[in-house]
């Protein structure tokens, strides 16, 4: 029987899957401690729960990004939602109802930053 992965392991693989294409603008990954949070606890232990499903914690964190107005972050987990097979649709979708709540500047960011990191096609 073959060891299971650890949570840095299994954190590790899910950022590359959905970073995957990422250049610029985002984030830098901080060094020591707080990248290890990262990857083992957010990445390997909360984004594996299986109660939601991968696209809809990818959405909801880009909910939360876009309410928040963090702009770096959403260049990272717009790709992100493309990555794991969200749609543009539903990505604007989102945007378009979180105006609603967060406030039309928070949302023209959005759709700036969406514009930059995921052309229409």
């Not at 702009?71 to 939602?81: D, M, N, P, S, T």
């Not at 979180?98 to 990191?117: D, Q």
Request: glycine content about 8%; hydrophobic content about 40%; proline content about 4%.
């Amino acid at each position: 029987m073959a060891n299971e992965p650890t949570k840095s392991e299994k954190g590790l693989a899910l950022a590359r899957r959905l970073f995957e294409g990422v250049t610029g603008g985002g984030s830098s990954r901080p060094p020591n401690q707080f990248s290890e949070y990262t990857v083992e606890h957010l990445f390997g232990t909360v984004w594996q729960d299986d109660t939601l499903a991968l696209e809809e914690r990818s959405l909801l964190t880009c909910t939360v990004l876009v309410a928040l107005n963090r702009e770096a972050e959403q260049r990272l987990h717009f790709v992100g939602a493309k990555n794991l097979g969200v749609s543009r649709a539903k990505v604007e979708a989102m945007i378009t109802h979180t105006a609603h709540y967060a406030g039309w500047p928070c949302a023209a960011s959005a759709f700036r930053v969406l514009g930059e990191v995921w052309p229409e096609d």
